[in-house]
């Protein structure tokens, strides 16, 4: 599966953002799919994640409440709708895919997108 992210850009703190990653490719709705991040200087950790049908999500602690994961498989795309966001959510985010049951390591998707730069101003 190919992957694309996009929506990206420059927010102010508490603004909001949505992102969104296309896929493309055979059986792209068989895939359960996740969002992870990339400051500059840090390892690329996860966000949140999501089953093949949409109908379980998981998220890391620092962005549960404010991020909402969710998928349109008549689309082929997923979606990160961020709220309240902070300094520290500055990242490249990163859309992944795996046939097998999500997670949250990198390790355990195969597929990746090129990333899409938010960038949160005080």
């Known amino acids: 599966v190919q992957l694309q992210a996009s929506g990206g850009g420059l927010v102010q703190a508490w603004g909001s953002l949505r992102l969104s990653c296309a896929a493309s490719?055979?059986?792209?709705?068989?895939?359960?799919m996740g969002w992870f991040r990339q400051a500059p200087g840090n390892e690329r950790e996860f966000v949140a994640a999501?089953?093949?049908?949409?109908?379980?999500?998981t998220y890391a602690d620092s962005v549960k409440g404010r991020f909402t994961i969710a998928r349109d498989n008549a689309k082929n795309t997923m979606y990160l709708q961020m709220g309240n966001l902070k300094p520290e959510d500055t990242a490249v985010y990163y859309c992944a895919a795996t046939y097998h049951y999500y997670g949250t390591k990198t390790s355990d998707y195969d597929s990746w997108g090129q990333g899409t730069l938010v960038t949160v101003s005080s």
């Open positions: 490719g055979r059986a792209t709705s068989s895939y359960d």
């Open positions: 999501i089953s093949w049908s949409g109908g379980s999500t």
